[in-house]
């Protein structure tokens, strides 16, 4: 549910005045705001705030009030009550979009009211103001949460830095239960079940409890209540390699025990996307009458950190084409070649997203151009062998036709994000990624939170090639990491672009988990990625 709010003052809302029956105690805040807060999708004069009262908590008809404030003792918010109902319905989450009430460039404390209760204390920030050109921009970059997979004390660190957002690139939930019966994982207190008892998510409740789940996290919590963030999806907030399937009219989900039947596809993937229009701080496009998933929500969208950054969020799961190779796994998805890769119908944006990608990044005059794609862009080959066809190397002539398009515009500026693949690395972005190229831009990926990188899978099989292979297999590539969980961070100025990669312990449930500067890279136009340690 996203609200806009009345600016009617709080009267009658203040805190410990409304909802409490006489003579009864006050309700703690963990009682009613479980979950805590958080703050995403910022412009240059709003943010969209987000919280969840407790069920236990909830009594219809009550209302509840949000409220942002330059300092932390509330004197003079901006906010308001929130109009609509909540309840049931949107399984008792709240979201308030301020667009339009705040100040560019400023950071804000925010919290809620409920029943006289206030919130956890959120802070958050506002786009820098449009025209101008920032000193400096520090993004967190992370992905890839399996919450049985590890702890997250690098959320921890990540609560603490000093930064203007954080962009997550997708995988915030697993579909998986973290049941017993059917997985084994190394770390206490992460096991979970869901409603449905299935060993991954078949419906609304299920994906429910995955957000509720992941969100319980302490240092989960603590991040999104430090800083704003923008979300895009990968393919685990609903299935594995998901992609869209023409031939059905429905989402693809090969490896889901739904995969031959697209009309139940179909609902689950509107499920799945309910789930995270309600527990995902964004500004999007979202309509809860739809019946069609393109027409239920539309995510990619773009912001602009003052002239220093435009940044393209993308989604390349919900109108992709199937995989080039074949639905199977080795061979086909992994590790594969075959000639429809570069079909030139193969499309990862969809037409009308390819276009506005296309069009807008080329005609951007910010310093640098971003795109947050959730899956690698740049090539992996080992040989003749495409590693991963679920990334662009599926749907090569599609990235061939972006690179044109920018390398005519002359573009040097060329930032991409990227996630997916458990691992880090940076890479050169050039036409055909053949050294000796012009360089439009590098391509930097965040390493994964807690899943396990192919280092820890392959090694199992015994089919690990190794980084340096790798290197030497992709000489565009100025690293690859395929064993390291941690963040990074992305530093902006108007002269160049730092990447800081962090390797955290996530073998420890501490928010002073080991860490450790992996790599600090960076990208100049004219001069290329140049390590600097
Ligand atoms: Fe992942």
Redesign the pocket.
């Known amino acids: 549910m996203q609200v806009r709010l009345s600016r009617r003052k709080l009267l009658g809302l203040g805190l410990g005045l409304a909802g409490l029956p006489r003579g009864q105690a006050p309700l703690e805040p963990q009682a009613v705001f479980p979950l805590g807060v958080a703050s995403g999708d910022p412009s240059p004069d709003g943010v969209v705030l987000w919280t969840r009262v407790a069920p236990e908590a909830f009594q219809p008809g009550e209302p509840i009030a949000v409220e942002a404030c330059e300092s932390a003792d509330f004197l003079e918010p901006q906010g308001g009550l929130i109009e609509t109902g909540f309840g049931p319905e949107s399984d008792y989450t709240v979201r308030a979009d301020l667009d339009g009430q705040l100040e560019p460039g400023r950071g804000y404390f925010y919290r809620f009211i409920y029943r006289g209760v206030a919130s956890p204390i959120g802070r958050t920030r506002t786009l820098p103001p449009p025209g101008t050109m920032p000193e400096r921009l520090r993004l967190g970059l992370v ?2 949460q ?1 919450f049985g997979s590890g702890y997250y004390g690098a959320l921890a660190h990540l609560a603490r830095e000093d930064l203007d957002a954080i962009l997550h690139l ?2 915030f939930i ?1 579909e998986y239960s973290g049941d017993p019966r059917y997985r084994r994982e190394r770390f206490a207190g992460r096991a979970f079940s869901l409603p449905s008892g299935s060993y991954l998510a078949v419906n609304l409740a299920d994906y429910r409890a995955l957000y509720r789940t992941y969100r319980s996290d302490p240092f989960l919590q603590q991040a999104l209540a430090a800083h704003p963030w923008v979300f895009l999806w ?1 393919d ?1 907030e609903f299935a594995n390699d998901t992609y869209w399937d023409p031939a059905t009219d429905a989402p693809g989900a090969p490896d889901h025990p739904f995969k031959n039947q697209p009309e139940r596809l179909r609902k689950l993937r509107l499920e799945a996307n309910q789930a995270w229009s309600e527990y995902v701080p964004a500004r999007v496009v979202y309509d809860p009458t739809a019946s069609e998933p393109h027409r239920q929500i539309s995510q990619y969208r773009k912001l602009a950190f003052g002239d220093l950054l435009e940044l393209f969020v993308t989604d390349t799961r919900s109108y992709r084409s199937p995989h080039p190779c074949g639905e199977g796994g080795f061979g086909q998805r992994q590790f594969a070649t075959c000639s429809a890769q570069t079909r030139p119908t193969q499309t990862m944006l969809g037409a009308e997203q390819y276009r506005w990608l296309r069009e807008n990044l080329t005609r951007s005059s910010a310093k640098w151009r971003g795109l947050a794609s959730a899956v690698m862009f740049s090539p992996l080959r080992s040989g003749d062998l495409t590693l991963n066809t679920d990334g662009w190397d599926g749907y090569a002539a599609e990235r061939q036709a972006l690179l044109q398009a920018w390398a005519r515009a002359g573009v040097d500026n060329l930032v991409v994000l990227s ?2 693949l ?1 691992s880090a690395l940076a890479a050169q972005v050039s036409l055909t990624f053949q050294p000796g190229e012009p360089w439009l831009g590098a391509e930097f990926m965040a390493p ?1 939170l807690t ?1 396990p990188g192919p280092a820890e899978t392959l090694r199992r099989l015994a089919f690990w090639p190794g980084n340096a292979l790798l290197e030497q297999a992709n000489p565009h590539l100025h690293f690859f990491d395929g064993d390291i969980n941690g963040y990074a961070i992305l530093e902006a100025t108007p002269e160049a672009i730092t990447y800081e990669l962090y390797w955290v312990d996530k073998t420890q449930n501490h928010p002073g988990a080991p860490k450790r500067l992996a790599r600090r890279l960076r990208y100049r136009p004219g001069k290329g990625l140049e390590a600097l340690r």
């Open positions: 992905t890839c399996e997708g995988d697993y990968d685990h996630g997916d458990h994964s899943s």
